[in-house]
């Protein structure tokens, strides 16, 4: 077991901080929510239904940005995010991909394949990624990680923008990420 | 049909940035079935009786070998988890990605085995009954062996383990799509075989993509 007893609720436009040491179950718990994990005991609650993977209402409601980022590293900054678009279901017209793609600084590098771009771009294209995204609930797992000073900046920006139309946010993070303005909770495990 | 869509045109695409992967798997394929009349000695009537066999042989192991293309390297970057929020039935994203393989693989041999078979002396007309069960059958490798793919995901020794779990499943399509020729030049009709493998072509055609997609969601847990 990794943690004990945990009961939070996590209401709009607010923003919940997951801290703890390397291996106090950070992930465990953001894949347990999303569901990609089966906790031991727990219910998870979105909106008053039970959130399940296989209800479409649940899963189209999640962002989840992991470790693994899930980048194809053998195709281009622009078809990734294309394809990111088209598997939320969402129309992605070009100048919106520009438009993205020059707010996380990869406009110039659009059409490298990603196996040639350092860790911080990719988490970049990652933040492009959740940028272009309409889901509701953002589960980030330590999502600051690789940024230099300039991307954590857009990372902010992003996640104050998703939080102010009402989104909900939980992340996992080492490093507090100061949201002007925006409700937020801690919670922190072990 | 989205995620069929979807699934279907990525790996399509990402075929075909690693061409040279799944022309390996095809070159494995002739060179393996060229090493049949080396081995055996060029008696014309012996490799006539062996080429089909053969030639259903090699197709099932270079199958076996391309497998892990279908999602071993979604697993590792992250990317298969991330279809798992897709707003599309994520068993039709599966079944997009087993087409994809089929098409990257089975069509390719397909398309290779008439040349292999006049190496063995099959007549057009056997090379004929041997394209058709090829064309029922190889599908159901690719269906099957998605699930067992999707099973030894992330396990150690996947590519021993894979081989037997899978082995002992592709013999009935071994023994019917191979049979298939050899009942042909023995006279008696086609049709009890071809049934067969159409049937399990159905089969695997409905049961596959679910059973893929059950046991990714385990893996991934």
Redesign the interface.
């Known amino acids: 077991m990794l943690f004990g007893p945990l009961d939070f609720t996590v209401d709009s436009g607010a923003a919940l901080y997951v801290l703890g040491p390397n291996g106090c179950g950070k992930s465990t718990l953001l894949r347990s929510l999303?569901?990609?994990?089966?906790p031991i005991a727990a219910e998870v609650y979105w909106r008053g239904e039970r959130a399940r993977?296989n209800s479409?209402h649940w899963?189209?409601q999640?962002?989840?940005l992991?470790?693994?980022?899930?980048?194809?590293?053998?195709?281009s900054v622009e078809?990734n995010l294309e394809?990111?678009s088209?598997?939320?279901?969402a129309r992605s017209s070009a100048s919106q991909c520009t438009a993205v793609m020059e707010r996380v600084g990869l406009e110039r590098r659009r059409k490298l394949a990603v196996k040639r771009l350092s860790q911080g771009q990719k988490q970049r294209l990652a933040l492009a990624r959740l940028c272009r995204s309409q889901r509701r609930l953002w589960l980030l797992d330590e999502p600051s990680a690789a940024l230099d000073t300039n991307a954590k900046r857009v990372l902010t920006e992003i996640l104050s923008e998703h939080l102010r139309s009402g989104g909900v946010a939980i992340v996992a993070t080492h490093d507090l990420i100061d949201l002007a303005g925006a409700r937020s909770a801690n919670l922190q495990l072990a | 049909m989205?995620g069929f869509g979807?699934g279907l045109k990525?790996d399509l695409?990402?075929g075909m940035?690693?061409v040279a992967e799944i022309l390996m798997v095809l070159g494995f394929f002739l060179i393996v079935t060229t090493l049949f009349p080396i081995g055996v000695g060029p008696d014309p009537r012996v490799l006539h009786r062996i080429g089909a066999g053969i030639i259903w042989v090699c197709a099932t192991l270079a199958c076996l070998l391309s497998l892990n293309r279908m999602f071993a390297a979604d697993f590792?970057?992250?990317?298969l988890?991330?279809?798992?929020?897709?707003?599309?039935?994520f068993g039709g994203i599966v079944a997009g990605k087993i087409v994809a393989h089929w098409v990257t693989t089975g069509l390719p041999l397909l398309l290779c085995t008439p040349l292999v078979g006049m190496q063995f002396g099959l007549s057009g007309a056997e090379i004929g009954v041997l394209l058709l069960s090829l064309a029922l059958g190889t599908p159901v490798l690719s269906l099957i062996g998605a699930i067992m793919a999707a099973l030894t995901l992330g396990l150690r020794g996947g590519g021993a383990l894979l081989a037997l779990l899978l082995l002992p499943l592709y013999v009935p399509v071994l023994v019917f799509g191979a049979g298939a020729v050899e009942a042909y030049a023995a006279g008696i009709g086609i049709e009890g075989h071809m049934s067969v493998l159409a049937a399990e072509l159905i089969l695997a055609l409905v049961g596959a993509p679910l059973a893929t997609a059950a046991a990714i969601?385990i893996a991934?847990?």
């Not at chain 1, 999303?34 to 089966?38: K, W, Y």
């Open positions: 999303a569901g990609l994990s089966e993977l479409v899963r189209s999640v962002a989840y992991g470790h693994k980022l899930g980048h194809k590293e053998e195709l078809e394809l990111a088209a598997l939320e279901g | 989205a979807w990525r695409r990402l940035r690693s590792a970057d992250g990317s988890e991330q279809m798992l929020f897709s707003s599309a039935p969601r991934i847990d």
